[in-house]
């Protein structure tokens, strides 16, 4: 069975800095990665996904993350961090072989500071 | 407009009245689930379907059912619910599960209170 965890509830970033959000993921077989995003009073939105192939893999909004199965991580960067991005960001796994099934973490809230 | 549509937005009942909040999905996507959002939780997947009259069960199925007799419905019930299932609902839906090449598009969330 897949978990998630991610390092930080919250994350307070001034404008302009890097973001960067830390996701680590347990899976007994290749995993499927996912970042997502949740503004206020609002669904989630899909960032980025890792499935197979490159391991760094580029979203919206400038975002990106890399897979390494090594650490079994796959953290979230943004090299300069703009208002609009304060939100909630969800990292979430499922399995490659039970895609059905979607892990999420408990998500990190990111407050942007002038 | 591609659109996953849950019903209602906001519900407040008591223990014990059988309830069902709706999701509907516009784009012919094969899968659908349903997840709660709790603070400091995340969402946990409660129900999955991946094509009509298929459906299995998330993490945390307990309290809930499901059914799939059509494409673009999914709806969720609550034959009995009680006070911890107060929390925020989330449907979503996707072409081909996970694995798609396109997002999980979500539904904007029902809030549900029970007292």
């Known amino acids: 069975a897949q978990s998630v965890t991610q390092l930080g509830s919250h994350v307070s970033v001034s404008e302009g800095a890097l973001v960067l959000l830390r996701c680590n993921y347990s899976?007994?077989?290749?995993?499927?990665l996912f970042w997502y995003v949740q503004y206020p009073n609002q669904g989630l939105q899909l960032l980025l996904k890792?499935?197979?192939?490159?391991?760094l893999v580029k979203g919206i909004n400038g975002f990106e993350a890399e897979f390494k199965k090594s650490e079994t991580s796959f953290h979230l960067t943004k090299p300069s961090a703009h208002m609009s991005d304060a939100a909630e960001y969800f990292c979430a796994v499922s399995e490659s072989d039970s895609w059905g099934k979607l892990q999420f973490g408990a998500g990190t809230q990111v407050v942007v500071t002038p | 407009e591609a659109q996953v549509t849950q019903n209602p937005r906001y519900l407040i009942t008591v223990t014990g009245k059988k309830l069902t909040v709706t999701c509907s999905q516009n784009m012919n996507h094969e899968y659908m689930s349903w997840y709660r959002q709790d603070p400091g939780l995340g969402l946990r997947q409660i129900y999955y379907?991946?094509?009509?009259?298929?459906?299995d069960k998330g993490d945390v199925p307990e309290g809930y059912k499901v059914s799939r007799k059509e494409k673009r419905n999914f709806p969720l019930i609550l034959e009995s619910p009680s006070p911890n299932q107060t929390s925020l609902y989330f449907c979503?839906?996707?072409?081909?599960?996970?694995?798609?090449?396109?997002?999980?598009?979500f539904g904007d969330g029902t809030r549900l209170s029970i007292l």
């Open positions: 379907s991946m094509n009509v009259e298929v459906t």
């Open positions: 890792y499935t197979t192939g490159a391991t």
């Open positions: 979503a839906s996707t072409p081909t599960g996970t694995a798609s090449n396109q997002p999980q598009h």
């Open positions: 899976s007994s077989v290749p995993p499927y």
